[in-house]
């Protein structure tokens, strides 16, 4: 089993920028697909952005150009810079393993290994 913990939430102004951080160890492997997910309260867990062994990003249509993922294999951790925050974004933040490697799959239960989340608050 592997623990992801992630860190970096808070508050900020409708414009600001915050970066996520998901502390991996335990089972964990290079190969496997590491994502980001949001929910808020009474919604659905909706697939943020992803990126595989080989670096390859991707991300919903709904955070693309303002949200960039990283990945350092060598500290086992995985990275969420947000620009350009809106009160859309307002959401726990969940960092997740996939259950299969290479590909980048946008489905919440394709992801075996979780986080405890992180809030970000983006007020107006």
């Known amino acids: 089993q592997v623990q992801l913990v992630e860190s970096g939430g808070g508050l900020v102004q409708t414009g600001g920028s915050l970066r996520l951080s998901c502390a991996a160890s335990g089972r964990t492997f290079d190969s496997v697909t590491m994502a980001w997910f949001r929910q808020a309260p009474g919604k659905d867990r909706n697939f943020v952005a992803g990126?595989?062994?080989?670096?390859?990003?991707s991300y919903a249509d709904a955070v693309r150009g303002r949200f960039a993922i990283s990945r350092d294999f060598a500290k086992n951790t995985v990275n969420l810079q947000m620009n350009s925050l809106k009160p859309e974004d307002t959401a726990s933040y969940y960092c997740?393993?996939?259950?299969?490697?290479?590909?980048?799959?946008?489905?919440?239960?394709?992801?075996?290994?979780w986080g405890q989340g992180t809030q970000v608050t983006v007020s107006s």
């Open positions: 990126i595989n062994c080989s670096r390859a990003a």
């Open positions: 997740a393993q996939a259950r299969a490697p290479y590909s980048t799959p946008t489905g919440p239960d394709e992801y075996a290994d």
